[in-house]
């Protein structure tokens, strides 16, 4: 066997059935926590329960109380990101790195939208507002995929968090469909540039959760009404399942996957 055939061959197999799905000795980066039922926290348990080491962020100093508890049950150091400020998501890798020595696995939990533009018209949308909804929810994934790089030289796998309203027109989800539609656009091309390097690059859109970000969401009670009426399930999903999904993703038994869209909704974006 020529020597690119060998290093290009499948990860050989292992003699325990579970070790694939193990996450020990794997280091994380966690961005996006603000309290014990966010989508982030759903993911961190579950890495951590896979032998996963971890640093998590939340927004800000103000959001430290609701995210530390979670952060302290995990033995995972809080840092505090605002991407929005210069030399932040720069500081954040930097205090990861030297906290875990270098990261497997990273998942991108940031999203938002001002209120207004939220909550109105796609076409009335500011520019202001949709252009800081970007830059948050979107591009916050391009820059930590390039920050993160360099610091993952034996591949691994990203992550970032998106909606079905990127791909149908969700009433009430407003200017938030058209940025998670750019960042579903994303990780397709993060993930044809960065496979080379042996890196993965993953959305998962999980159904309505009941989670602090999603409040802000116009009718956000009606959504989960329609995803229990209408989901082949019949229920929401939990942020276990969400998690378990991220955990998967992160391990080697998904090595052969990269740049897809997958849903854990409970089959509703199959019939709505």
């Given at each position: 066997?020529?020597?690119?055939?060998?290093?290009?061959a499948?990860?050989?197999?292992?003699?325990?059935?579970?070790?694939?799905?193990?996450?020990?000795?794997?280091?994380?980066l966690?961005?996006?926590?603000a309290?014990?039922?966010?989508i982030?926290a759903?993911?961190?348990?579950?890495?951590h329960?896979?032998?996963?080491?971890?640093?998590?962020s939340?927004?800000?100093?103000?959001?430290?109380?609701?995210?530390?508890?979670v952060a302290?049950?995990?033995?995972?150091?809080?840092?505090?990101?605002?991407?929005?400020?210069?030399?932040?998501?720069?500081n954040?890798?930097?205090?990861?790195?030297?906290?875990?020595?270098?990261?497997?696995?990273?998942?991108?939990s940031?999203?938002?939208a001002?209120?207004?533009?939220?909550?109105?018209?796609?076409?009335?949308?500011?520019?202001?507002?949709?252009?800081?909804?970007?830059?948050?929810?979107?591009?916050?994934?391009?820059?930590?995929?390039?920050?993160?790089e360099?610091?993952?030289?034996s591949?691994?796998?990203?992550?970032?968090?998106?909606?079905?309203?990127?791909?149908?027109?969700?009433?009430?989800?407003?200017?938030?469909?058209?940025?998670?539609?750019?960042?579903?656009?994303?990780?397709?091309?993060?993930?044809?540039?960065?496979?080379?390097?042996?890196?993965?690059?993953?959305?998962?859109?999980?159904?309505?959760?009941?989670?602090r970000?999603?409040?802000?969401?116009?009718?956000?009670?009606?959504?989960?009404?329609?995803?229990?009426?209408?989901?082949?399930?019949r229920?929401l999903?939990?942020?276990?399942?969400?998690?378990?999904?991220?955990?998967?993703?992160?391990?080697?038994?998904?090595s052969?996957?990269?740049?897809?869209?997958?849903?854990?909704?409970?089959?509703?974006?199959?019939?709505?």
């Amino acid at each position: 066997m020529n020597e690119n055939a060998n290093r290009n061959a499948a990860p050989s197999a292992t003699p325990s059935a579970t070790a694939p799905y193990s996450l020990a000795g794997k280091r994380g980066l966690i961005v996006g926590l603000a309290n014990e039922h966010s989508i982030a926290a759903g993911c961190a348990r579950a890495a951590h329960a896979l032998g996963a080491r971890l640093v998590l962020s939340c927004l800000n100093d103000k959001a430290v109380p609701y995210a530390g508890p979670v952060a302290s049950a995990l033995d995972a150091p809080l840092l505090v990101c605002d991407v929005e400020q210069d030399g932040a998501l720069e500081n954040l890798v930097q205090q990861a790195v030297a906290q875990l020595g270098g990261l497997d696995f990273v998942i991108h939990s940031i999203a938002w939208a001002p209120l207004a533009d939220l909550r109105g018209r796609v076409a009335d949308s500011s520019a202001e507002g949709f252009l800081r909804a970007m830059n948050i929810s979107c591009h916050s994934f391009a820059r930590l995929a390039r920050l993160c790089e360099p610091h993952m030289r034996s591949g691994g796998s990203l992550m970032t968090m998106s909606y079905l309203g990127a791909d149908e027109a969700v009433p009430h989800y407003g200017v938030m469909g058209p940025v998670k539609a750019a960042l579903e656009s994303l990780v397709r091309y993060l993930a044809a540039e960065l496979g080379p390097q042996g890196l993965r690059v993953h959305a998962v859109s999980p159904g309505p959760i009941p989670t602090r970000a999603a409040s802000g969401l116009e009718d956000f009670d009606g959504l989960m009404a329609r995803a229990v009426e209408r989901a082949p399930l019949r229920r929401l999903v939990t942020l276990e399942e969400v998690g378990r999904l991220a955990a998967f993703l992160a391990g080697d038994a998904a090595s052969g996957m990269t740049g897809q869209t997958i849903y854990v909704d409970g089959g509703y974006h199959i019939v709505n």
